[in-house]
């Protein structure tokens, strides 16, 4: 989880049970955000955000014993943000890019770590795109995209015939915060809410159909499903 309990925010993990919490970043001018798990369950892939005059953003890793710290993506002043490995090919790593005048210009890219390249995956004049999940298989990428915070779309591609799906929409108050695959590929969660008023856990087919509401909540604000 990320922890705001000093200066910049900073990553955590702790015990399912909610013991052992350790600290992993250790960072007054870097903002840590938007952890995603490395399939291996050892190491996480997180943004680091410069909060100096010069906003940036760059992609790092972390053991989850705190050690091996590593950048892996950086497009040196823009913003490169919510990292998703892809589960059978851990090389190939999805996330969002914009140069320096978000959200005005979006992409969704593939880096491989290997080559050193990055391919893009989908162009968006004025959408903000991530985070990410990827399906089990990595033939599926999830991602929940809004323009200027008022529509909001959860979409699918399916990554080889390029084809996007959407999930679902949303509009004004009602707002859509990222899903997750399950482990079978077969099902997607991921929340609605309502500004304050309430929070829905939502799931789905892959393909979005057959949606069932698994939680309501008209007292909390929740920000995100894993």
Known sequence: ?????????????????????KRLTFDVINWSSHPSWHPDGRQILYESASTTDKFESFIRSVNIDG???????????????????????????????DPDNWPYFSQIRIYDQISKTNSLLVDNNGWADGPFSFSPDGKMLLWSE????????????????????????????????????????????????????YTEIIRCKSDGS???VLYYDNNINCLNVI
């Open 1 to 21: 989880f990320k922890g705001n309990f000093e200066y910049a925010a900073d990553l955590w993990v702790m015990e399912t049970d909610g013991e052992n919490a």
């Open 67 to 97: 050690t091996n710290h590593r950048i892996l993506i950086n497009n040196t002043g823009d913003h490169d943000r919510f990292p998703c490995m892809n589960p059978s090919d851990t090389s190939k790593i999805a996330y969002h890019y």
């Open 146 to 197: 809004t323009e200027n915070g008022d529509e909001m779309r959860l979409r699918t591609m399916n990554r080889t015939t390029r084809a996007i799906k959407t999930i679902s929409t949303a509009k004004g108050e009602d707002c859509l915060v990222t899903g997750k695959f399950d482990p079978t590929g077969n099902f997607i969660f991921y929340l609605r809410r309502s500004g304050t008023a």
């Open 210 to 212: 057959s949606p069932a």
